[in-house]
């Protein structure tokens, strides 16, 4: 199982994230992560993203599917991963589908968790109030200056990815807003619905002769049936005259001489 989670910051994905790796056995892979574990390494990846940070740039697109391609490959991750923080972008995200495409791979599901930024500035307001009041250390990201400037960031270069994904029929939205675990549930739900699709639908069974035929029949009439369906004076007129019945009226007029002349 391959997914992105998307979402601002502080939907909750790294939370979501964590249950998923526990539950399917997946691999949280986070483009940071790798980067800096490139560069201690000292990979030809690794040092060339190094000059490019060093220089106060952002590493190039190819670079970090570079990464991404190498990590993939390793033993751990081939029952599934979870892509953190990449893609950010809609090129990048082309190109991560290029990439995966030649390894014979694709994404199985993206989840957007759907979230009301403004109760996400009062939840970290609320958050650094509770914890000042505790006498607590608090953490770089409980800012919410700074949560106005990755949101709008999150909308100007990563939103664009939801109609990316849903272009391509893979995004699942699920309420962001909701207890952690109604949310990791909705996951569940949205995961074993993409993978119902995957599945090729079951052939479809022969019919019984008898039941074939019988169904052949269904909307249309026996020949007795359209008979007695007939309007009564119709059928009277088209029976021989030894069939009518007993009561039927007797033919006068011209009619009758013309049948008399006959006989």
Not at 65 to 80: F, H, L, N, T, Y
Not at 124 to 145: F, V, Y
Not at 198 to 210: E, G, Q, T, W
């Amino acid at each position: 199982m391959r997914l992105i989670l998307l979402g601002p910051p502080g939907a909750g994905k790294g939370t979501q994230a964590q249950h998923l790796v526990a539950k399917y056995g997946l691999v949280q892979l986070s483009t940071g992560d790798m980067l800096r574990t490139a560069v201690k390494a000292g990979t030809p990846i690794g040092r060339q993203a190094q000059d490019i940070m060093a220089q106060g740039a952002l590493v190039p697109d190819d670079v970090v599917v570079s990464i991404v391609e190498q990590r993939i490959e390793q033993p751990d991750a081939r029952k599934g991963f979870i892509l953190d923080g990449f893609p950010r972008t809609e090129p990048q995200a082309e190109a991560l589908d290029r990439m995966l495409a030649k390894h014979g791979l694709a994404l199985d599901a993206v989840i957007e968790l759907k979230v009301d930024e403004v109760a996400l500035i009062r939840r970290i307001e609320s958050r650094i109030a509770e914890m000042t009041a505790r006498g607590e250390t608090l953490r770089p990201d409980d800012n919410p200056e700074l949560l106005h400037r990755r949101l709008a960031a999150y909308r100007a270069q990563t939103e664009p990815l939801i109609a990316y994904y849903q272009r391509h029929g893979m995004l699942r939205t699920v309420d962001g807003m909701a207890p952690i675990p109604d949310v990791a549930r909705q996951i569940e739900q949205a995961l074993s619905g993409s993978e119902a699709l995957a599945r090729p639908a079951p052939a479809a069974k022969a019919k019984p002769r008898a039941v074939a035929k019988k169904a052949g029949k269904i909307g249309k009439k026996s020949k007795t049936q359209r008979k007695t369906s007939r309007n009564p004076a119709q059928t009277a007129r088209r029976r021989p005259a030894a069939k009518r019945r007993p009561n039927a009226k007797p033919e006068v007029g011209a009619k009758a001489r013309r049948r008399n002349r006959r006989r």
